[in-house]
């Protein structure tokens, strides 16, 4: 089935630093979305992207959908401890009637004391 | 604002056992989707609903089935419950099918 690459797998970062992570995929996607989980809860959502170029911010957040709708960047701002956990980006494929998400593999967030 | 709610939270049942799992989506959302996601991996699509009807079907044992009502609450009845059926389960909800989903807290099950 279809495919996320999501980069990097882990990322361990200073308080305060810039974070940037993204998504690939081999087939066009019509929505991304961004996700962060924390573990033993459920996906929250953080930015979702509905057209080709837009970017859009969400506080310290900010998101990209490709222009080729086969990629997404998810950049954090100045990281704080409340930013730990597992991001995933998410998207439903151009396929009609494939409503459902296809998700990345995860990016591990981790700030260094 | 009102969020999506599962119940239960937790859940242990034996080999064989069958398990119902509850989902209650946002007041108005007509979509419900089922995810299924073991230790360390993303959420695997199980299957979706939209006003009532199955509308979509992703890697969903025979062994499962589920459906949504018509206070568009939704259950998923797992039977011949395996060790491997040890994940967390997840129920999103959506306004329309192409939207962004909103995931509730997620049932963890247990298998022994």
């Known amino acids: 089935g279809q495919q996320l690459n999501q980069s990097p797998q882990s990322m361990f970062i200073q308080e305060g630093e810039d974070v940037s992570m993204n998504c690939t995929s081999s087939?066009?996607?019509?929505?991304w979305l961004w996700y962060k989980q924390d573990p033993g809860e459920g996906p929250v959502l953080l930015i979702a992207l509905y057209k080709a170029g837009e970017l859009t911010s969400n506080g310290r957040l900010t998101a990209q959908f490709g222009i080729t709708r086969k990629d997404s960047f998810l950049n954090i701002s100045a990281s704080i401890p409340s930013d730990v956990g597992i991001y995933f980006c998410?998207?439903?494929?151009?396929?009609?009637?494939?409503?459902?998400?296809?998700f990345g593999t995860g990016t591990r967030l981790t700030i260094i004391p | 604002a009102a969020g999506v709610i599962q119940s239960p939270r937790h859940l242990i049942k034996e080999k064989r056992e069958t398990a119902t799992l509850k989902c209650y989506p946002i007041p108005r959302h007509d979509t419900v989707y089922w995810y299924q996601q073991g230790p360390g991996q993303d959420p695997q699509f199980l299957i979706s609903?939209?006003?009532?009807?199955?509308?979509d079907k992703g890697s969903i044992p025979d062994r499962f089935s589920a459906q949504q009502f018509s206070d568009y609450h939704s259950e998923l009845n797992m039977s011949s419950l395996e060790l491997g059926d040890s994940a967390l389960y997840f129920c999103?909800?959506?306004?329309?099918?192409?939207?962004?989903?909103?995931f509730g807290p997620g049932t963890r099950l247990t298998v022994l």
């Open positions: 609903f939209y006003e009532k009807m199955q509308s």
């Open positions: 087939s066009i996607f019509n929505t």
């Open positions: 999103a909800s959506s306004l329309g099918q192409y939207n962004e989903q909103f």
């Open positions: 998410a998207g439903h494929s151009a396929n009609f009637g494939n409503e459902k998400l296809t």
